[in-house]
């Protein structure tokens, strides 16, 4: 760590670069929380700015947050890794010139920013990079190295979920010291979307939300059309990120089950709201999570949830108060089964969540604790 500690109310600069990416996890945390801790650090004398990359942000930020411009690539992730610092960098430079430094950078992404001026906060989502068996051997051995040395450098993390807490003490390693204490739980808030009543559809749908990607699992559920033809279709609620989507086509045509698959992208939140007061069941069959936004979704709208036995999904369904939650062995397509069907015959399940105002809060404290 570097740099000293910052006065109470801190000017944070948020690397913003990967934010023109799609609606998913990330970018759901930061669009409901940079509007909210902006707000709570004007308040305090403090404020924010977010450096945006070559694609812009696409989604609203108060007149209270300063963009700062950058021609910095969200994708790949080498090019913009060798862009990134130095638009930090001169940001920074900026800024101390005019009489309005900034006290901390926050960012959310790997590699982690080098050579700055300040010191640096960082927000872990998961860490897919080092825990996916589907992840090339060469990206998880530098991904380790990476992960790690961003840990050991940040001033303080903020993670979404209990276990993912575990997880970077864990990678730190032994020989790192006060590693626990530097980490903050911030979470992921629930009440982004309308709530509407449950309005389940004829034929009924099994829902999936969020990319169509291969770490979601997503084969399991087309085995399970095949396994058990009495199941209702499927509807994935997604961008397809990468080949993923037409290899599940594919499959899908191999087994027979083409017809009871279909994906699409909802246009906005209430068209989101819709699907989960529609559904028969959400059903979410992930390999790896750092929290599983569709979840919380899910079981705030009162919607039957089955969810993989991972450890981040189970947390969120403890901490929604849903015992016992309908989880599954990802692993096990008649246990994926089982879970769907369980879930859709239990009684209705009024669920207790966190609010974006909550996680708000606790990010905030990031800086000024």
């Not at 079981?299 to 309908?326: D, K, Q, Y």
């Amino acid at each position: 760590m570097s740099g000293k500690e910052p006065k109470t109310a801190p000017r944070v600069l948020v690397s913003g670069v990967v934010l023109g990416q799609p609606m998913g996890g990330v970018r759901r945390h930061n669009e409901e929380l940079l509007p909210r801790v902006a707000a709570r650090l004007e308040v305090m004398g403090g404020s924010l700015a977010i450096l945006e990359g070559r694609t812009p942000i696409p989604f609203e930020l108060p007149p209270s947050i300063e963009r700062i411009q950058s021609n910095v690539p969200y994708q790949p992730a080498p090019m913009r890794a060798a862009f990134e610092s130095k638009a930090l960098a001169s940001a920074l430079s900026g800024a101390a010139k005019a009489g309005r430094p900034f006290d901390f950078v926050h960012t959310a992404h790997h590699p982690a920013p080098r050579g700055l001026s300040v010191p640096y906060t960082l927000t872990l989502h998961d860490l897919r990079s080092l825990d996916l068996d589907s992840a090339p051997f060469v990206r998880r051995h530098i991904g380790g190295r990476v992960v790690r040395r961003a840990i050991l450098d940040a001033h303080r993390i903020g993670v979404v979920s209990k276990w993912m807490s575990g997880c970077i003490v864990e990678v730190a390693g032994p020989q790192a010291t006060g590693i626990a204490e530097r980490i903050t739980l911030i979470g992921n808030g629930a009440d982004h979307l309308p709530l509407l009543p449950r309005s389940p559809t004829e034929p009924p749908f099994l829902l999936h939300v969020g990319h169509v990607e291969p770490r979601k699992n997503l084969e399991a559920l087309v085995r399970a059309l095949a396994l058990d033809t009495g199941l209702p279709r499927v509807l994935l609620a997604g961008r397809a990120a990468g080949p993923e989507w037409a290899r599940l086509q594919d499959l899908a045509q191999e087994l027979g089950v083409q017809d009871r698959l279909e994906r699409i992208e909802p246009k906005d939140n209430g068209e989101l709201a819709q699907l989960y007061a529609r559904a028969a069941c959400a059903v979410f069959p992930s390999k790896l999570e750092g929290f599983g936004i569709g979840p919380v979704e899910a079981l705030r709208a009162g919607t039957p949830t089955a969810i993989s036995a991972i450890p981040a999904h189970l947390e969120v369904a403890a901490n929604a108060g849903c015992n016992p939650p309908f989880g599954f062995d990802p692993a096990d397509v008649r246990a994926l089964i089982d879970g769907v069907r369980r879930a859709m015959s239990a009684p209705p399940f009024e669920a207790s969540l966190a609010t974006w105002d909550d996680c708000a809060d606790r990010w905030v404290s990031l800086w000024t604790k």
